[in-house]
């Protein structure tokens, strides 16, 4: 059996080390899982021509929104968030398309005490997990920083979904929402390098990157000096991953293996 990871850029993805060490601690020998460059819209065209050999896809940017739309089913949590992280092969041939982003993100920042303010950073795939995730926690409010005005116009439905409030904010504004209590950067690698220099944060602010290569990001070194607690991408790389291992496989993800091989690979 087989599966991957597909996205672009995906050379950097450390999806293979955790999953090849779950197959190997939990006994499945015949199982293999490989990395895929694909954009997003050519992810249909891959999808259809893989055999019944291929258990599922993680799919990481840009192809999330496009993983939903080819699904044959859908989650009722990737159908709030409009995006998908996973896809699993049915063993009639259909696909099954989920977001393990959300929990993945819920049991990370559970653990730091999230508060009522929220600051998403970006308004792609992951920031759409980012507000479930926010709404399941419990936040009172969340701002979403974005690149394009337009954007935030398309999370609207997301977050009514969801059932958290939402405020849009322009780019260059963006410093002046770091006071939040948690902030989450969902950019893509050195879209937020240069906020970095001028980011007002506050030291009680829980600062969660989505990435983790390079690490600390300079918008996360920023963070650390300024006393913040900062959790990195590879907290939600094991939990969203330990999701898609148990629905890819069937059987209980060994949680413990696939740590210390992550632990392993960026040591």
């Not at 192809?63 to 092969?89: C, I, Q, W, Y």
């Not at 993945?104 to 795939?125: F, K």
């Not at 009172?140 to 920083?145: G, I, L, Q, W």
């Not at 740590?259 to 690979?265: N, W």
């Amino acid at each position: 059996m087989r599966a991957a990871v597909v996205g672009k850029p995906i050379a950097h993805s450390l999806s293979p080390v955790i999953h090849e060490a779950g197959y190997a601690a939990a006994g499945l020998t015949g199982w293999s899982y490989t990395r895929l460059e694909c954009a997003a819209d050519e992810l249909a065209g891959l999808v259809a021509g893989l055999g019944p050999e291929w258990a599922g896809l993680s799919v990481t940017m840009p192809g999330k929104e496009a993983a939903l739309a080819l699904a044959d089913e859908v989650s009722p949590v990737a159908a709030a968030v409009g995006a998908a992280n996973t896809l699993v092969r049915r063993p009639d041939g259909a696909w099954y398309a989920d977001n393990t982003d959300v929990t993945g993100m819920v049991d990370v920042l559970a653990g730091v005490a999230v508060g009522a303010t929220v600051t998403v950073l970006g308004a792609g795939g992951t920031a759409r997990a980012a507000l479930a995730a926010a709404a399941r926690l419990g936040a009172a409010e969340v701002t979403v920083v974005a690149r394009r005005p337009e954007a935030v116009h398309e999370l609207r439905p997301v977050a009514g979904a969801v059932g958290v409030p939402l405020t849009g904010a322009a780019w260059d504004g963006a410093p002046s929402h770091a006071r939040a209590d948690v902030v989450i950067s969902t950019v893509p690698k050195g879209v937020a390098d240069p906020l970095a220099e001028n980011f007002d944060w506050r030291p009680g602010t829980v600062f969660f990157d989505a990435l983790y290569d390079p690490w600390p990001t300079p918008l996360a070194a920023a963070a650390l000096a300024a006393g913040c607690r900062v959790v990195s991408g590879l907290d939600l790389l094991l939990a969203q991953a330990v999701g898609q291992f148990e629905q890819f496989t069937g059987v209980p993800a060994p949680v413990d293996a696939m740590r210390a091989a992550l632990t392993t690979a960026r040591a």
